[in-house]
């Protein structure tokens, strides 16, 4: 049965984890769909990991809604929840609005922003109005990078914590159904969840978090331009690939790829046919 967003909060009041991870194409959201992963997000993320981008600034609307159509086509069951890219609900709720809604007429059933400043609040409301469930996104956020100035760990004291919890507090009173809360010290996470009716899902949250999100490139060791510390890899999968294309060169170059299994063949009369044939 389809997870929905009022689902995900029930996990919350029931204790169960909650799993979430980002995939970007259709054969890697049908694997984690069927391994029970409870949300999906196509993660702006995408624009390093799958395009090649230097930051999630890069990435555009039109870039994210391929993925998110092609992730959709894969899903069954899983929260499919999309990342609204930079700039893509900064300048007015009435785009944001506009944005948010191609990203559900293209199979994702919520959109994730980052923030909470009094305008994203405003957007989050009309969102959630408009029947557009909203996941937040605090703590470290990726698409500021360019004022914040790098990837620092927020909440490290009392004071820093309580800001968070107030800005997660705000996004659950503007109609949030969760919140991604990003490089933040356990011990915060735990303070902040703790007050919260809406789930947290940490990434580089620690334990206490009601779910865990990792980006799947991480897990599957795919992408080795950087690996965060909160990353637990789980697989190789830069390895198999370089070895599959390796031996795949080889058999080529020697002669051994393909067989005759591999082949469409003639029977042997249409064979001896075109081989005794000659041209004038
Ligand atoms: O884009 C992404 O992968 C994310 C995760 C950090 C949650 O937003």
Do not use: W
Request: with cysteine.
């Amino acid at each position: 049965m389809k997870k929905t967003a009022k689902k995900i909060i029930s996990f919350k009041k029931k204790g169960k984890k909650i799993t979430a991870l980002t995939a970007y194409d259709y054969s890697t959201a049908k694997y984690f769909d069927k391994a029970g992963v409870d949300i999906i997000l196509v993660g702006d993320s995408l624009a390093q990991v799958a395009l090649g981008y230097g930051s999630t600034t890069q990435v555009s609307t039109e870039e994210m809604l391929i993925f998110t159509k092609a992730v959709s086509r894969g899903v069954e069951e899983a929260l499919v929840v999309a990342d609204m890219p930079f700039l893509s609900y900064h300048i007015s709720i009435e785009e944001a609005v506009k944005n948010a809604g191609l990203f559900i007429q293209s199979g994702a059933q919520a959109v994730k922003i980052e923030g909470a400043s009094p305008y994203i609040l405003q957007v989050v409301e009309r969102l959630t109005q408009n029947g557009i469930p909203v996941m937040g996104h605090l703590g470290f956020t990726p698409q500021y990078i360019n004022t914040i100035g790098g990837h620092y760990v927020s909440g490290r004291d009392t004071q820093t914590t309580l800001e968070i919890l107030r800005l997660a507090q705000s996004l659950e009173k503007a109609g949030a159904f969760s919140v991604v809360l990003e490089m933040v010290p356990a011990e915060s996470s735990n303070f902040i969840t703790q007050r919260l009716n809406i789930p947290t899902i940490g990434i580089g949250g620690g334990k206490f978090c009601d779910g865990q999100i990792l980006v799947s490139d991480d897990i599957l060791g795919k992408y080795d331009n950087f690996c965060p510390k909160f990353a637990r890899q789980y697989s190789s999968l830069k390895d198999i690939i370089f070895n599959v294309a390796r031996a795949y060169c080889n058999d080529v170059e020697k002669g051994n790829f393909p067989s005759i299994s591999e082949s469409f063949t003639l029977d042997n009369e249409e064979a001896q046919k075109l081989e005794s044939y000659t041209q004038n």
